[in-house]
């Protein structure tokens, strides 16, 4: 039942004050969008002095601008109750201190999927497939709650606290974290199907040169999914640090 309140929390924190999360997310995402498309264009437009290596680098480095601008902003949103005007605050040292402590921990959890892939791949042609596919769907578990684990030290930084502890006091909940993180993955496996079922007839009449509307359509929807799922784990690292903390607990 926790579990279920947690995630239901989470969710509700994105629609509580939904203006101020509009603006935290607005100019962030139109600038991250402007300048993908913007490289994208040049990119298959070809013959420019610029080689597509640096438009590559150019993306990279504004979306993890933009996104560290949003996150740090969505936990001070929350849990300190600031205000955002249609150009939300730069606040330089936590956007920093959060990009540089989420490049480790992002090298740790593609590591742990990298490993993950490699062990069910070597058993793949010698045991059932049913057992393979059994045995990665139990790692995903214990791997999903180090990774929230580790990402909820991330929310401190925002919010211009030491991170230390932070750990101890995720570690002494890890039954809550491990019963998030497989509501998480069973979400995770069943929303896919759901969606495809549902969109399954709308894709099927989208092609090139095919439904040029329709084919928009579905794009804005991936666009605004994504953001959904970003504002989505945001507002869930921020409800589990909330539940941790003692002197932050959610406004």
């Not at 995903?140 to 991170?163: E, H």
């Not at 909940?173 to 929303?191: K, M, P």
């Amino acid at each position: 039942m926790i579990i279920l309140r947690i995630l239901w929390t989470a969710v509700l924190t994105i629609f509580a004050g939904f203006p101020q999360t509009l603006r935290v997310f607005a100019l962030p995402s139109l600038i991250g969008a402007t300048v993908y498309a913007a490289c994208f264009l040049l990119i298959r437009r070809g013959g420019t002095l610029v080689p597509p290596q640096a438009y590559f680098t150019i993306i990279i480095a504004v979306l993890a601008f933009c996104a560290a601008w949003t996150s740090v902003n969505f936990h001070r949103k929350v849990l300190l109750g600031e205000h955002f005007g249609w150009v939300p605050r730069l606040h330089v040292r936590e956007m920093v201190g959060y990009a540089v402590m989420f490049i480790p921990f992002a090298i740790i959890t593609w590591g742990l999927l990298l490993v993950g892939v490699l062990l069910g791949s070597s058993l793949w042609g010698h045991v059932p497939v049913w057992q393979v596919q059994l045995g990665m769907l139990a790692a995903t578990f214990p791997i999903g709650t180090l990774v929230l684990l580790l990402f909820v030290q991330l929310v401190p930084i925002a919010i211009g606290r030491p991170m230390s502890g932070v750990l101890r006091q995720a570690r002494s909940r890890w039954t809550v974290f491990l019963g998030v993180s497989v509501a998480l993955v069973a979400f995770q496996s069943l929303f896919p199907l759901i969606e495809r079922a549902m969109l399954a007839p709308v894709i099927g009449s989208v092609g090139p040169g095919r439904n040029t509307g329709l084919f928009a359509a579905l794009m804005v929807y991936a666009v605004l999914k994504s953001l959904l799922d970003w504002a989505l784990w945001l507002s869930l690292l921020t409800v589990l640090y909330g539940r941790i903390s003692s002197s932050h607990r959610l406004r």
